[in-house]
């Protein structure tokens, strides 16, 4: 059985037992979590598509860990102009582990 969630702007597709890596999330770890903007529902007979989420349909999960990506580089340069800045990013991320899919 896997589910299509909504969460920051983003579709994400998971399966129970899955750890996902999420835009942060202000939560303790270990903290329980439920996602209730369920897109799709599948199993291996049925797929319910919500129009457009699906009610009485929840995710729950647990926050696993919290960190930074590694960090890219941005650079902005304009030749001839003696403009050069250089900058750097560090996204955070929330992993999330999918402990149940609760379709009733």
């Given at each position: 059985m896997y589910a299509v969630f909504l969460n920051g702007g983003k579709q994400h597709r998971v399966k129970e037992g899955q750890i996902i890596r999420l835009e942060k999330l202000d939560l303790k770890i270990g903290q329980r979590i439920e996602f209730k903007k369920i897109l799709m529902l599948s199993d291996k007979e049925n797929i319910k598509i919500g129009k457009p989420i699906l009610s009485k349909c929840y995710i729950e999960a647990y926050i696993d860990n919290h960190g930074k990506h590694k960090k890219i580089k941005i650079i902005k340069f304009?030749?001839?102009?003696?403009?050069?800045k250089t900058q750097g990013h560090r996204q955070a991320f929330t992993d999330v582990k999918i402990k149940k899919i609760f379709n009733n």
């Open positions: 304009n030749r001839r102009k003696h403009y050069k």
